[in-house]
């Protein structure tokens, strides 16, 4: 009966610790942290890392598209019958090559006859300055004659009657007028040459334009007519003339890519880039941007760039696409730490950073960004150590230990 008491007490005893040591636990658990970093009194293990300074550099990258540097299609600049096409899709040609003749009747037949009047028109010319040689002489002598008779009557009034001094002054003036009117018909028959010859040489003009040449080095990228065919002439920029043929140059291509508004700012002339060329086993190259539009397209919000390349074998294609990794900005020595040590969202990031064997948190600002680092603007300096990757959750104030 005793021992029975003795063991209920015992257990009553035991009971009374055990509430007890619960109660002491959850007032423990329930005491508020005092500061405002939480002190953790396990020390937490995480890999610690300082920031490094890197060549960075934002890049954006783009498709692209290559067109002909310089692109034209020819017109007939008169109507007629195309006489002879010596070039087809896929040739070469030089500028000034012949490529194409067009056969005009009517223009052939006006110029025989502007070629007529030409030379009628030097003709009474000759004939003009050989009447003046004539009347030259003519007044010439009756000069003479006039001066001969006046110093006879001079001399000697009686030998000689005044009346024959008046008509040899009176034959002297009417020499004079047949010169000034050969003269003039001179200058008449002068002004009909030039009047031919500038007609003359409009019409071989015309002819001219009836011989199509090339007027850039490049291909023949398409062909419109056949000889035989009746040409129109192209008369102005909306014409509905057929045209002949369409040339490009392609010993220089031109690449061009839409850059989208926020990095439009960060390019222009000059701006580098790597540009790779898919169908050509992804070639690359160095280029820079040789011009930009300037402004943006109202539709696309996208601004037009341009890179020049040369294509001396023609291994690049009009037509072909590629991609092009443009560098926007450029910065030496950035910077920066492991994109693990960054927490928060843009406008509101933080990193932990060890001091004293405590992790604290710092709130940074970052820029530049790549899938293994982030560029950090301002809140850390070279010294700093930060916190890498932790085996659990950190907050403000825990004890840390390296791993």
Same mark, same amino acid.
């Given at each position: 009966?005793?021992?029975?008491?003795?063991?209920?007490?015992?257990?009553?005893?035991?009971?009374?610790?055990?509430?007890?040591?619960?109660?002491?636990?959850?007032?423990?658990?329930?005491?508020?942290?005092?500061?405002?970093?939480?002190?953790?009194?396990?020390?937490?293990?995480?890999?610690?890392?300082?920031?490094?300074?890197?060549?960075?550099?934002?890049?954006?990258?783009?498709?692209?598209?290559?067109?002909?540097?310089?692109?034209?299609?020819?017109?007939?600049?008169?109507?007629?019958?195309?006489?002879?096409?010596?070039?087809?899709?896929?040739?070469?040609?030089?500028?000034?090559?012949?490529?194409?003749?067009?056969?005009?009747?009517?223009?052939?037949?006006?110029?025989?006859?502007?070629?007529?009047?030409?030379?009628?028109?030097?003709?009474?010319?000759?004939?003009?300055?050989?009447?003046?040689?004539?009347?030259?002489?003519?007044?010439?002598?009756?000069?003479?004659?006039?001066?001969?008779?006046?110093?006879?009557?001079?001399?000697?009034?009686?030998?000689?009657?005044?009346?024959?001094?008046?008509?040899?002054?009176?034959?002297?003036?009417?020499? %004079?007028? #047949?010169?000034?009117?050969?003269?003039? +018909?001179?200058? !008449?028959?002068?002004? $009909?040459?030039? /009047?031919? *010859?500038? =007609?003359?040489?409009?019409?071989?003009?015309?002819?001219?334009?009836?011989?199509?040449?090339?007027?850039?080095?490049?291909?023949?990228?398409?062909?419109?007519?056949?000889?035989?065919?009746?040409?129109?002439?192209?008369?102005?920029?909306?014409?509905?003339?057929?045209?002949?043929?369409?040339?490009?140059?392609?010993?220089?291509?031109?690449?061009?890519?839409?850059?989208?508004?926020?990095?439009?700012?960060?390019?222009?002339?000059?701006?580098?880039?790597?540009?790779?060329?898919?169908?050509?086993?992804? %070639?690359? #190259?160095?280029?820079?941007?040789?011009? +930009?539009?300037? !402004?943006?397209?109202? $539709?696309?919000? /996208?601004? *037009?760039? =341009?890179?020049?390349?040369?294509?001396?074998?023609?291994?690049?294609?009009?037509?072909?696409?590629?991609?092009?990794?443009?560098?926007?900005?450029?910065?030496?020595?950035?910077?920066?730490?492991?994109?693990?040590?960054?927490?928060?969202?843009?406008?509101?990031?933080?990193?932990?950073?060890?001091?004293?064997?405590?992790?604290?948190?710092?709130?940074?600002?970052?820029?530049?960004?790549?899938?293994?680092?982030?560029?950090?603007?301002?809140?850390?300096?070279?010294?700093?150590?930060?916190?890498?990757?932790?085996?659990?959750?950190?907050?403000?104030?825990?004890?840390?230990?390296?791993?």
């Amino acid at each position: 009966m005793i021992l029975r008491i003795a063991i209920l007490i015992g257990l009553v005893l035991g009971a009374a610790l055990l509430l007890m040591s619960c109660d002491s636990r959850a007032t423990s658990e329930a005491a508020p942290a005092s500061g405002t970093e939480e002190t953790s009194a396990v020390p937490i293990s995480v890999t610690v890392a300082k920031p490094g300074r890197r060549d960075i550099s934002d890049r954006i990258t783009l498709a692209g598209s290559i067109v002909p540097d310089a692109q034209v299609t020819l017109y007939a600049k008169v109507t007629g019958y195309l006489k002879t096409l010596s070039v087809d899709i896929g040739d070469r040609v030089r500028e000034g090559q012949l490529l194409a003749e067009i056969e005009v009747p009517e223009m052939t037949a006006g110029l025989a006859e502007k070629r007529a009047v030409l030379l009628r028109a030097e003709a009474e010319v000759e004939q003009a300055q050989a009447s003046v040689a004539q009347f030259q002489a003519e007044r010439e002598f009756e000069e003479v004659n006039f001066k001969r008779l006046s110093a006879i009557r001079e001399r000697d009034a009686d030998v000689l009657p005044q009346q024959d001094v008046d008509q040899a002054r009176a034959a002297f003036s009417v020499a %004079e007028s #047949r010169l000034s009117m050969a003269e003039a +018909t001179v200058h !008449v028959a002068e002004a $009909a040459v030039a /009047t031919a *010859r500038a =007609e003359l040489e409009t019409f071989v003009r015309l002819m001219d334009y009836a011989r199509i040449a090339a007027p850039l080095n490049g291909v023949v990228t398409e062909r419109f007519v056949d000889p035989g065919a009746l040409v129109q002439a192209a008369v102005s920029s909306r014409t509905q003339a057929a045209p002949l043929v369409s040339l490009a140059r392609l010993d220089r291509v031109r690449l061009v890519v839409d850059v989208p508004e926020r990095s439009a700012p960060h390019v222009g002339r000059g701006t580098a880039a790597n540009v790779r060329i898919e169908s050509l086993a992804g %070639e690359d #190259r160095k280029a820079r941007v040789s011009r +930009t539009s300037t !402004v943006l397209d109202p $539709a696309t919000r /996208t601004m *037009r760039v =341009e890179f020049d390349l040369s294509n001396p074998r023609f291994r690049l294609r009009p037509g072909m696409t590629a991609r092009v990794e443009i560098e926007l900005r450029r910065f030496e020595g950035a910077l920066t730490v492991p994109v693990t040590a960054i927490s928060g969202q843009a406008g509101n990031t933080t990193v932990f950073v060890v001091s004293g064997g405590v992790a604290h948190r710092r709130s940074v600002e970052t820029g530049l960004e790549s899938p293994g680092w982030v560029q950090v603007l301002k809140g850390l300096s070279d010294s700093d150590e930060v916190v890498v990757s932790s085996g659990i959750p950190l907050s403000g104030g825990a004890q840390i230990v390296r791993r």
